[in-house]
């Protein structure tokens, strides 16, 4: 009996990993960590299909990591829980320290970009309420609405350049985006440098930052969960 009971218990957790085991499912989850998103909106940021996209958000609602809610004829999704993101966390943290090909992608794609050390949260909250530091949101304006950094200007990079007419280059500048991995803060950050600005990036993103417990501002909250 205890041997069945443990087999389909193990049986209800692989339908979590399951569902991880997909790289678009991993992905439109990391944009439900910044904040919730119709199924339109996904696939519009994603690049799939309105219809691919439903489909692999049902697997992930299914799985216990989604949950929905309507609003008139939308229906959007959001992250369960703080939990969801800790898993995340927790994947990517197994993988860069045993598959070498993550350190080979990350050192391709990323170091090359960036060679500095990275700011501590705990640091950048510090010299952000001393006004030591220009702290740039470099992700779409749709998600700077939904939570970001105190006092962090929304620059998507795509207006880096314009933006950067009226740029002091007396402070430093900290860019981040939406997690350890995001291109968006990489790439601000040497287009910054290239300019002559001190620049570096955030050590994460905005959704670690706030599962951290630091102070955001511009959450935007959008009623109670209503599920299907």
């Not at 209800?12 to 990391?30: C, D, H, I, T, Y």
């Not at 219809?51 to 299914?62: D, G, I, V, W």
């Not at 599962?211 to 299907?228: I, M, N, S, T």
Request: with cysteine; proline share 3%; net charge negative.
């Amino acid at each position: 009996m205890s041997g069945d009971f443990k087999h389909a218990l193990s049986g209800q957790f692989a339908r979590v990993g399951k569902a991880l085991s997909n790289a678009n499912r991993l992905e439109l989850l990391e944009y439900l960590a910044q904040g919730d998103r119709s199924v339109e909106e996904l696939a519009r940021v994603s690049g799939l299909a309105v219809a691919n996209t439903s489909q692999h958000l049902q697997q992930l609602r299914q799985a216990g990591l989604v949950t929905t809610r309507k609003e008139g004829l939308y229906v959007y999704y959001r992250v369960a829980g703080d939990e969801v993101i800790r898993l995340l966390e927790a994947v990517r943290a197994v993988a860069e320290r045993n598959l070498a090909e993550v350190g080979q992608l990350i050192a391709i794609n990323l170091a090359s970009r960036d060679q500095a050390d990275p700011l501590a949260a705990e640091e950048l909250l510090s010299r952000a309420r001393e006004g030591d530091v220009t702290v740039l949101d470099v992700r779409p304006e749709e998600e700077f609405a939904a939570g970001h950094l105190p006092g962090a200007v929304n620059v998507p990079l795509g207006e880096l350049e314009s933006y950067l007419e009226g740029l002091s280059h007396e402070q430093e500048v900290v860019a981040y985006c939406r997690g350890p991995y995001c291109m968006l803060a990489y790439e601000a950050v040497a287009r910054l440098r290239e300019r002559g600005y001190r620049a570096r990036r955030l050590e994460y993103g905005y959704p670690e930052w706030k599962l951290e417990g630091y102070p955001v501002e511009g959450e935007a909250f959008r009623g109670d969960v209503e599920e299907e």
